[in-house]
């Protein structure tokens, strides 16, 4: 990695490029009062460096940076159905002490609650969980519906979305994880998990796909 | 010249550097009446895209932007010490519910479990406490020490480390939490917590500085 660092006449090339482009090599030297010649070595610097682009008999163009463009479209472009997990859903009428045996063998840290015809209803998440297993010594008779979290207090996404959106949606609302939903004319459809996992594991790959 | 667009703060960040640089962080905290610790990811960013230069000992001025960072150079730059936040210590002979009850205070999701001399000697994950709280009616005689995580056991990351050094461990040890530290002769002192909260603000922070 080495950061390039242009000198002022490269940066005025550039700016004249951004303002007028296309233009071609003799516009921008009679622009600068100088020779063609002597701004070869500029424009040769500026264009491997990926700041300008050249087509023959058009001139030259701004690239608007194209290796930083690349991954910043990247990571606008990601979308939570690349990166979605399973979801793990359980019954309302399901205990505590069950659900939380099932947290364990499935190995998340969130669960989605559903009615008998697949909706979502509620969530339930470790300290959820928690909270009631200090709270009580009836864990095996309290139904999950009793302490889950309920409408309009979940937040969920769509496959469709952003990642950075649904990123904020996480950090905002300061869950660990949302339902990722299709909208029925009935309810909400589970049919994914985004998690503080899935964006931590996205930004590693993003990393490693641009890696240079 | 650039396609990068900065957030308000930042923005703000930048104009203060440009006016009154070289400034310390400490004094463009002071005045944004903010804390160093909250500037920290902005001057990270800033920094990383090239906007600022930061010299030790004398602080940060204005570049000039005449760097050209990819997002990827940045994402692989960006340090463990920039996004790390607090961390929340018990003692080892502190009960199970007591740490329970400290989890919710801190509202936290790991407690690190220190020793006399406040050199880390375990971690307690929610799962820990989940497990034990269903195993047994004693969580008020049950030290944490008895249930906690112990060396070799313990992932942990220092602030020079890279951010997606440290991502990648927290993903490939299935951990939510690591704890920050320094090494010392005597042991490993606590100095912050990275989770994957941390990372997934890093991953928001750094789209938005490069969102075009």
Do not use: W
Not at 121 to 134: E, H, Y
Not at 156 to 163: A, E, G, T
Not at 194 to 211: C, G, P, Q, R, W
Request: proline share 4%; net charge neutral.
């Amino acid at each position: 990695m080495s950061p390039i660092e242009l000198n002022k006449r490269q940066d005025t090339i550039l700016q004249i490029v951004k303002e007028n482009g296309p233009i071609t090599g003799e516009q921008i030297a009679e622009r600068l009062n100088l020779t063609r010649a002597t701004l070869r070595p500029d424009l040769a610097i500026l264009t491997m460096a990926g700041f300008l682009d050249a087509r023959p008999r058009v001139g030259y163009f701004y690239s608007g940076k194209k290796t930083m463009t690349t991954a910043s479209e990247s990571m606008m472009n990601l979308k939570v159905g690349d990166f979605q997990s399973l979801p793990v859903v359980v019954a309302e009428n399901m205990t505590v002490y069950d659900a939380i045996v099932q947290l364990f063998l499935e190995d998340v840290g969130t669960l989605f609650v559903v009615d008998e015809k697949s909706h979502l209803q509620g969530v339930l998440s470790r300290k959820d969980l928690l909270r009631t297993s200090i709270g009580t010594q009836e864990l095996t008779k309290i139904p999950v519906h009793i302490i889950m979290s309920r409408m309009p207090n979940i937040v969920y996404c769509k496959k469709s979305d952003s990642l950075i959106g649904a990123a904020k949606k996480l950090i905002d609302r300061q869950v660990d994880s949302l339902p990722v939903v299709n909208e029925t004319e009935n309810g909400l459809e589970i049919v994914g998990r985004l998690t503080k996992t899935s964006v931590t594991k996205a930004f590693i790959s993003l990393a490693e796909t641009h890696d240079l």
